[in-house]
């Protein structure tokens, strides 16, 4: 996949080449709770297919995530994005434990 990188607004942004057979992919590199709409829609030009979230839930305490979700809910909304996968990786420890990094998020958590 051939790809171009930029900064901009404090974000180091890699985003494919476009195709005819292939969607374009554009990933963030930066702190999510600077990342706001209209750098959105500049970048992905108003089409937002999925979010994938490597491990930014488990690095957050529990006070942050619930932060952390309205933020993307807010600039997701924005931007009039409303069918859209979200792929979150997170970890559950038995029995749970809030000690970390990374945090144990249950799934009961996950679902809210």
Known sequence: MDYE?????????????????QGQVTIFQGDVFQLNSDLLKESLK????????RAALIALPPEMRIR????????????GASNFF???????????????????????????
Do not use: M
């Open 46 to 53: 108003g089409a937002l297919g999925a979010i994938y979230d």
């Open 68 to 79: 952390y979700a309205h933020h993307l809910q807010k600039i997701v909304r924005s931007i």
């Open 86 to 112: 979200q792929i979150q990786i997170v970890l559950e420890r038995k029995p749970f434990d809030e000690n970390g990094p990374p945090f144990s998020v249950s799934e009961l958590e996950l679902e809210r």
């Open 5 to 21: 990188t930029k900064n901009q607004e404090g974000f180091q942004i890699f985003q494919s080449k476009p195709n005819s057979h």
